[in-house]
């Protein structure tokens, strides 16, 4: 019986190297995201003109008050959730397939940043509720 290894892609290709610039890119983009909404997004829009403002200069509606706030950090932090997921599911596919360590190392880093991001989601949807339907969600 031959012993040859089945026909998989070499570690280092382009598909492992952007593994790292994509998650601190995710992270990136949620902090410049949520200082945009909260920093930038209602001067720009005329909000500061306008009244009732708050914190940052963001116009809020009456009844929603600060629930709509939080989902300028939220949906951010979601999606990077996802995609950090989605990384550690492919390195552990690949790990599966080859057995190098590398790969269980990068899809458990993948696997860690995911858990916090999907604990700050959780924490953030359940303070939305708490906002949005006076009562903690449960």
């Known amino acids: 019986m031959d012993d040859k290894r089945p026909n998989v892609p070499e570690a280092g290709q382009w598909p492992d190297r952007l ?9 990136v983009l949620t902090t410049a995201g949520f200082l945009l909404a909260f920093l930038w997004a209602a001067p720009v829009n005329g909000a500061a003109l306008s009244a009732p403002v708050l914190v940052g200069e ?7 008050l600060l629930s709509q706030k939080i989902f300028y950090f939220h949906m951010p932090v979601a999606i990077v959730s996802f995609v950090a997921l989605a990384f ?5 596919i690949r ?3 080859t057995r190098e360590q590398r790969f269980d190392t990068c899809s458990r880093v993948a696997m860690e940043i995911a858990l ?3 604990v700050l989601t959780m924490i953030t949807g359940d303070l939305w509720t708490r906002f949005e339907w006076g009562v903690w969600w449960t």
């Open 116 to 118: 916090l991001f999907v």
């Open 95 to 97: 790990f599966l397939m």
């Open 88 to 92: 550690g599911a492919y390195y552990g």
């Open 58 to 64: 963001t116009m809020v509606t009456h009844q929603q």
């Open 19 to 27: 593994v790292v610039p994509a998650l601190v890119a995710g992270a």
